[in-house]
């Protein structure tokens, strides 16, 4: 049929920009693996505390498969609401200090779901540019006024206030945590300073700081010492909690909102038993000892230490740079695309995954290197190692 031949032709200049992109077999969630039938050190998985392979959470999924069934059978307004998710939604808000939480069946739609319910055409939203994809397009969707400011410039975010703020009903104010192609933090403080200063809603993206940062890994608001300030911290249960789908943590009626406005929660099956029962167990190992936390962390501390004096010589070929991160994300930046694609390549011919990241995903080449609680010593020496051999 002539009415889907664009299709072949769309694919056609995805090739011709180096941009196509094609799904790699893996055979499970473990600091190795087999990546399309080689055997590989993973450090590409965002299972950070190594759960979504721990027998605790495997157990409390069978058992709630046995107890619920394998589906929720209906949206949670009509029948699909379960016991187990009070408990996981009650055990979030505990861990997170706030009145309530909603779980969503993916932290995308949870993005997606709350933003669109909180603002519309009415509005503002003032957004970090290397905010997450489901932000971006939970913004472009909710049909609000959408400015951009540069990647954690507070200044700029400021003078977009002053320009902007008194034209519009609400503003909502939106960035990642911990920024996932880059591994650096937000600026909460300032972010929250100017959120009060100029009646702001502020969003902030734990998906990579829940179970990270933070005493009790509650995320980055427990790291810079935020909780008392009135936030809407979404975050997923698909990193560090091993397990599927998203949350938002917040102020009673902030939940209790959602539950009557955001779409992206009443319109869909509630998240299944087996998700549900195994983020909870996942929340329940976290809040009960900081020892796979505190092993992730030394591990992120042994591979930054290796590689900072490595990476220091700019005179070598590669002009290898590591960019400044606080999470267990570390991205080496390199020049090109092609050198890149490159090194990515030689690291998977000595067993390494760590892919290469290139535009337009972000506006600089890298290799984006995640650490894991559960990768041994010697595999992050092995690491080191191989990205010496290729900056030699
Ligand atoms: C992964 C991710 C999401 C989406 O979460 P899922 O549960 O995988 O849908 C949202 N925001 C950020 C910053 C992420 O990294």
């Not at 739609?109 to 957004?127: E, F, P, W």
């Not at 190992?285 to 505190?294: A, D, K, N, T």
Request: hydrophobic letters at 40%.
């Amino acid at each position: 049929m002539a009415a889907y031949d664009w299709l072949q032709k769309a694919l056609t200049t995805v090739h011709k920009a180096n941009w196509y992109r094609s799904v790699k077999l893996m055979d499970g969630p473990g600091p190795t693996g087999v990546l399309n039938g080689q055997e590989v050190l993973n450090f590409a998985s965002n299972d950070y505390l190594g759960l979504a392979g721990d027998p605790r959470l495997a157990e409390a999924a069978i058992a709630a498969i046995h107890t619920y069934g394998t589906g929720s059978t209906g949206s949670r307004l009509l029948s699909g609401h379960r016991l187990i998710h009070e408990q996981l939604e009650r055990a979030i808000a505990t861990w997170k200090q706030t009145d309530a939480a909603i779980v969503y069946s993916s932290g995308y739609l949870a993005n997606i779901g709350t933003i669109t319910a909180l603002v519309n055409q009415r509005d503002l939203i003032l957004a970090d540019t290397y905010n997450h994809a489901s932000l971006k397009n939970g913004a472009r969707l909710s049909g609000a006024t959408l400015h951009e400011f540069g990647h954690a410039n507070v200044a700029e975010l400021q003078t977009l206030l002053d320009t902007h703020r008194a034209h519009h009903r609400r503003c909502l104010l939106v960035t990642d945590s911990v920024f996932s192609m880059d591994g650096d933090l937000c600026p909460l403080p300032d972010l929250i300073a100017l959120a009060e200063q100029y009646d702001c809603m502020l969003l902030i993206d734990e998906a990579h700081g829940t179970g990270v940062l933070g005493t009790t890994g509650a995320g980055c608001v427990e790291h810079f010492g935020c909780r008392e300030a009135e936030l809407i911290q979404m975050g997923t249960l698909s990193k560090a909690l091993g397990s599927l789908g998203g949350y938002v943590a917040g102020s009673a009626n902030l939940i209790d909102y959602l539950r009557n406005r955001s779409t992206g929660w009443i319109y869909t099956t509630g998240l299944s038993p087996a998700d549900t029962a195994a983020a909870l167990a996942a929340v329940e190992i976290i809040q009960e000892g900081s020892e796979l936390r505190s092993q992730l962390w030394q591990r992120v501390t042994q591979l930054k230490q290796a590689l900072t004096p490595q990476l220091a010589a700019k005179d070598k070929p590669l002009k290898m740079q590591l960019l400044p991160s606080e999470s267990p994300i570390l991205c080496v930046q390199m020049p090109t695309p092609a050198s890149v694609l490159q090194a990515s390549q030689q690291l998977l011919d000595q067993g390494i995954f760590a892919p290469a990241i290139r535009p337009p995903t972000v506006p600089t080449s890298r290799i984006r290197i995640s650490v894991m609680a559960t990768h041994q010593p010697e595999q992050i020496d092995q690491l080191t190692d191989a990205l010496a051999c290729l900056n030699s």
